[in-house]
């Protein structure tokens, strides 16, 4: 075992970084076996340092977090603190001052991955994240390496804890959005404004990360199409029970149909009760990877808290310590394939369409005209009727998004059609 | 990229042997994209040189295993002819003669692992065997590199596809064991003599294989506890329903109660219906990993088959093949730990007791009498009269496996009891 120990400096010290200080210290030696040198926490960058953190030493803290990465003599930064400045210019002065970085940074990663791993490779570092995806989860490395040898085609993954404990909630109690998000709150699953998790902001950030690691392609938030799950009714549970189906807010990947393109978005989808995501329940992740080789593999765990996030950067950092010792780098970007991103009109998938119709002869044909004339096939029609209203629930074969789009146009100018009162993805059939 | 390829030799052509051959060659350039060289296969040994396959240039082909191996101008071998003898030696002859190697060989890698990784690290090489266990499920890599930096507690899993697909055929049909396998054999998830797979010898390799990487210390076959799964019932699928449970043949490793010692063991047990163990069905696989900041993490897929296989070999060979270009070798064995592995009668866990008894007052006093005097605290009773004789079905609170056997042994001297209808174990909970 080497004696002189790898230098740690930690960016950010809130609910991971302290988790991953305090791994540091009482798994010391643990952690030194591993690597095959002891490590040392050198410094810690923060915006409070008159906050008392248990376990670090005072000595230790500065709020000079550009001063802490220009040292020279870190062997591995640490960084912790999320959004993209200042830990992009932080993570790219630490790879021109001789540190490798190890990041859970997925709004950074998701916008900005090509150009920060183009700045670990001119100066030979390495750039490491899997906690940005998925917290403790293994996934990074597992579709990096574990399925190098193999082609993915499709990725399906439940990647925000916060929404699934929503939906899980509405789906067992009946209650609804609102409620169910007032309780996450109370329990500290959601934040006061939950935004990000709830619109999709965060999982489609990791939809990107995953899209571009599966399909060797670089894929930025901006390619991924987005839709929250704010809107989802009770009334659309109801339909999917019906259907044998819950409801998920989904990050899906995939090839699009010649292989030829990628395509990466994120929304809420009915699927079936049997499908291995729909029993994901609370805030645990998971994610369902589809590849030519090994079929159908699924890899479950906490998605977010600090302990299991600190669990994945200790992961990456005592691989990069291990690549440190040995003179080498671990595999960087693989964008080699650089398929391009297709757009949310050229994805194919089937679809749950409740219409608010009026009740009388004939409207049944108009509306399977519309969607036959837009080439969307349906594969089944239930009628309701109440009240001299009637509604309409129609599930379709598989169909792209643009002919889908096309159809309900069309629809909503059916003077018979009331409203279209919910559209929904079917996924994982 | 490097042009000059590295070349490969595989040892076996069956199932495994000509998906790795076939992929190599339909994958070939993104193979090379991934490894930053192409791969060439440089030779195939066989036992039928005779036989036609397909894609494979019959010059490559072989029956002299040995001299394949000694040829010198190799990188990495693969090999996937299972069993102890001539794989080991191939393997320690290949490190000789300068290449690495990627196995999938469970049997070999559990009862001498230790020998095959000091021959590793002799020649500087490395030896890396993902596909060992669970097949295509990304496993031995989250276990040794992204868990690198968390303590890992247990790991329970069913990792024999066979004996899942019959005790969920059994489960799901009320089928008794010898028409669940034969159905199996049918099918072609069981062999002609399926006993490595029912009596446990497959999954009591990959426990050991499993211990020794979470634990950091070496688990030989030897030191894995093996209980078959011949002897379930269709009685016990019933009383398993009546606790919410269904039953799973699984592969336990864990730390001993105080933490200073491991124990792996391999036996059918109930599981609750709620644990995600439950619902993995048909001959799939599913592993439950609980470390100490991850918390509870599931990893699943398909356990077997050429196709899934190839794809964990094949992840291997990309890992290898960069650290071979790259001048460095992998993480090798982790055994500094060294923990000793603790026996059977020293683990504890939960049990279900079914016995026979006499229907007359005082039996159950009796019986309750004899759990107390050895330790074993009840948690419920339930007892059914029929004709003269009665059942009585006792679930134990956790109490030691030794202590458990002294009270099975003392029930049996009782007269009252008639017989020992079935003991199993309760996980998961």
Known sequence: ????????????????????????????????????????????????????????????????ATALVKRGDLDIVVEVIGGIEPARTLITTAFEH???????????????????????????????????????????????????????????????????????????????????????????????????????????????????????????????????????????????????CTIKLLAICERAGDGASVTARVHPAM???????????????????????????????????????ASAVLGDLVAVGRNRISGTTGPGESAYAALPVSSMGEVVTRYHISLDVADKPGVLAQVATVFAEHGVSIDTVRQQGKDGEASLVVVTHRASDAALGGTVEALRNLDTVRGVASIMRVEGE
């Open 1 to 64: 075992m080497r004696t002189r120990p790898l230098k740690v400096a930690l960016l950010g010290c809130g609910v991971v970084g302290s988790e991953v200080a305090r791994i540091m210290t009482t798994h010391a030696d643990d952690l030194a076996a591993r690597i095959g040198a002891p490590v040392e926490l050198a410094g810690v960058a923060v915006r409070r340092p008159d906050k008392v953190r248990e376990g670090i030493d005072p000595a230790l803290v500065t709020t000079d």
């Open 271 to 309: 699927i079936p009760l049997s499908h291995p995501l729909a029993s994901v329940r609370g805030a645990y992740n998971a994610v369902f990877v589809e590849s030519d080789a090994s079929g159908q593999l699924m890899f479950y765990g906490p998605g977010a808290g600090g302990a299991p996030t």
């Open 98 to 244: 001789g540190a490798s970085v190890v990041s859970a940074n997925k709004a950074l990663l998701a916008q900005d991955g090509a150009a920060l791993h183009a700045a670990a490779d001119e100066h030979g570092k390495d750039l490491y994240y899997e906690a940005a995806v998925a917290g403790a989860i293994p996934l990074i490395r597992p579709l990096r390496e574990s399925l190098a040898g193999d082609k993915v085609n499709r990725v399906l993954g439940i990647v925000n804890g916060t929404t699934n404990f929503i939906l899980d909630k509405m789906d067992t109690t009946g209650a609804g959005y609102q409620e169910a998000l007032d309780e996450a709150t109370a329990l500290g699953y959601a934040e006061a404004d939950p935004t990000a998790d709830v619109e999709g902001f965060d999982a489609a950030a990791k939809a990107a990360i995953l899209a571009g690691i599966a399909f060797h392609t670089r894929v930025r938030l901006d390619d991924v199409y987005r839709e929250g799950m704010s809107e989802v009714t009770a009334a659309d549970f109801a339909s999917a029970k019906e259907m044998g």
